[in-house]
């Protein structure tokens, strides 16, 4: 969600920002725009609603020349998406230029304060009232520079930000600060490299820093890369190493970045399970659970929260926990969590999901559980990201960057790290029995080859697709631990496609949605030999008496289903917990190939972005 990229050194500013937002395109955005300051303090500025591509033909061939530039990529919050309101916003004397990502809280009445002394505004965000405020507090006080304006002016700030600041005075500087809103910088030979992610900066350096909540950086050529808090507490600032190679976030010859993902995840899944799954000792090992022994045996219960695909997997994960370790467990959006008084505590542990690890609604939800004495054990894909850092133990997924914004092989990684956990922690509190772990651990162990197998069977999902690509809408049905299949089988479609479509338990069908059925409704149905199953040959049953067209998740070689259902879609036989695993990938290879029949953007689907860092 909205992209941030800037650079100081001593190549051509240009070429490396516009890089560096086609490599951020994948957080969705809906207009883009840079700022270049030459060597003699002047300033280019070009904005452009659309694309990068878009930008770039505004520009034609007055392309900005400079060593110092930043650039961005908005996801429109305040006011709609067009020219003016895309960023990067200038002071009222052109003096300075600012983007930022994240909401301004109290930008009216800082707005207000401002236009009482003299500041006049053109856009409708709250980015260029940061910016003017930046800009009168340099000229109340001529003894602050950019960066100590810059630390004055956020302390008067609410709200979430990242943002970089430049003067066209200082054309060898970069100011950065950040709030609840994720900011890395990447430091070469000579030159320093700014991005809300490390993917426009793995081509470059592998050495980073992270910038922590309210800490304010100067980047300079001749002074090197200073650190305070915005309390102007001196900071010293940590170099990471990049574990990420430049070949994972490229298509690799793949049409696009989610096909690519979709076929990743054998090898992802695979990754998750490297040095955790222990099948000679008969036994797991997971250094977050392990470091953390008594505090998951005594355990009175478990909070998973989530948002999006990340709340999905924590709906199986619910299944999963009270399967093997029987405990009560609560499954919560985050974003519905954070606004309750939940009843929170000590004894309590907290499962924190998410992809990306910068998600706001998880984060503002970890650290009120932390606040009232709760245990937080993060699980997310990117190393270093926020929720790792602020999280009390955790685990990460390894499933390696994920570029399509409709999450997939992350899915999948974040299944399988949850039933480790889930296993792991059953045998700790001696709630599985261990011939049940030992079949649970070999069928785990078998579930790349199993998923393997699925993925040679795309061309059968081409043609399902094809005959129901024409759908307005869909229904997708699921039981017990394929239930949330169905809800991530509807998101899925209706994220990527356009299509309307909605996921239930299959048992609720007659409460409702069975109005909805008719010889155009297509309805999609895991049915895979599990507890379930007689049921669910019943659910069908409904569904075929009223003319709706069958599409079956089922088990290889079931035969009942398939006199029934118009199309079926085998899935090797699996324990019922590791069922989901496979069962979603169907339907992740339906939504894709719906979606390309339709000509949608599928990287990139309108209004979303992959990483939602603000409420």
């Not at 197998?453 to 081409?462: M, P, Q, R, V």
Request: aromatic content about 6%; some cysteine; glycine content about 8%.
């Amino acid at each position: 969600m909205c992209g941030i990229v800037g650079y100081l050194g001593e190549q051509p500013a240009f070429p490396l920002i516009i890089k560096g937002l086609k490599r951020l395109e994948y957080r969705g955005y809906d207009s883009a725009g840079v700022a270049v300051i030459d060597t003699k303090g002047s300033l280019t500025h070009h904005r452009k609603k659309g694309k990068v591509d878009d930008l770039l033909a505004h520009v034609g061939d007055d392309v900005p020349t400079g060593h110092l530039g930043i650039g961005h990529t908005r996801w429109a919050t305040h006011g709609p998406p067009n020219d003016v309101n895309a960023h990067p916003h200038l002071s009222g004397d052109g003096q300075l230029a600012l983007i930022h990502n994240g909401i301004i809280e109290n930008y009216h009445a800082l707005k207000e304060t401002l236009i009482a002394r003299g500041h006049s505004f053109y856009s409708d965000t709250d980015t260029e009232v940061l910016v003017h405020l930046i800009a009168e507090v340099m000229k109340s006080s001529e003894e602050l520079d950019l960066f100590e304006a810059t630390r004055v002016a956020l302390n008067e700030v609410v709200g979430a930000y990242a943002i970089a600041v430049v003067d066209i005075a200082r054309p060898d500087e970069l100011i950065l600060a950040r709030k609840s809103s994720p900011l890395v910088i990447g430091i070469g030979e000579c030159e320093y490299f700014v991005a809300s992610d490390a993917t426009p900066i793995i081509e470059y350096t592998k050495n980073v820093v992270y910038l922590e909540d309210e800490e304010v950086a100067r980047v300079s050529l001749s002074a090197g890369l200073k650190i305070r808090t915005i309390k102007n507490h001196r900071v010293t600032p940590v170099i990471t190493e990049l574990e990420m190679a430049l070949e994972s976030i490229e298509k690799g010859g793949y049409e696009h970045f989610m096909l690519k993902e979709i076929h990743e995840q054998p090898k992802s899944i695979a990754d998750c399970l490297r040095g955790r799954l222990r099948l000679g000792h008969g036994t797991i090992r997971m250094a977050g659970i392990d470091d953390h022994e008594s505090m998951w045996t005594e355990a009175k219960r478990l909070i998973i929260v989530a948002c999006g695909t990340s709340w999905h997997a924590g709906l199986v994960a619910e299944y999963m926990f009270e399967d093997f370790v029987r405990i009560p467990v609560e499954v919560e959006y985050a974003s519905e969590f954070r606004y309750r008084n939940p009843v929170l505590g000590e004894g309590d542990i907290l499962i924190a999901i998410s992809q990306s690890g910068e998600t706001a609604d998880t984060l503002a939800a970890i650290r009120m559980a932390k606040e009232r004495g709760a245990h937080v054990f993060g699980i997310c894909n990117v190393v270093g990201s926020s929720i790792s850092r602020e999280s009390d133990s955790g685990a990460y997924t390894h499933a390696g960057p994920e570029i399509g914004v409709a999450s997939t092989k992350a899915f999948t990684a974040q299944l399988t790290v949850l039933a480790l956990v889930a296993m792991r922690v059953g045998q700790l509190r001696g709630t599985m029995d261990p011939q049940q772990l030992n079949r649970l651990m070999v069928g785990l162990d078998g579930v790349p080859e199993k998923v393997e197998a699925l993925l040679k069977k795309e061309s059968d999902f081409k043609a399902i697709a094809e005959a129901y690509k024409a759908a307005p809408n869909a229904l997708f049905l699921g039981r017990g631990y394929n239930f949330p299949v169905a809800l991530e089988g509807a998101l899925k479609l209706k994220e990527i496609s356009y299509i309307h479509a909605e996921g239930y338990p299959a048992a609720e069908m007659k409460h409702g949605p069975i109005a909805l059925i008719d010889e155009n409704m297509p309805v999609f149905i895991v049915a895979t030999q599990d507890a379930h199953y007689e049921k669910v040959l019943s659910n069908i049953q409904e569904v075929k008496a009223r003319g709706g067209k069958i599409i079956a998740v089922v088990t290889a070689g079931d035969t009942e289903v398939a006199r029934m259902a118009d199309h079926t879609i085998e899935v090797l036989p699996a324990q019922d917990a590791l069922v989901p695993i496979l069962s979603t990938i169907p339907f992740q290879l339906l939504s894709y190939h719906i979606a390309v029949m339709l000509d949608r953007n599928v990287d990139q689907p309108r209004n979303l972005a992959k990483s939602v860092t603000v409420e």
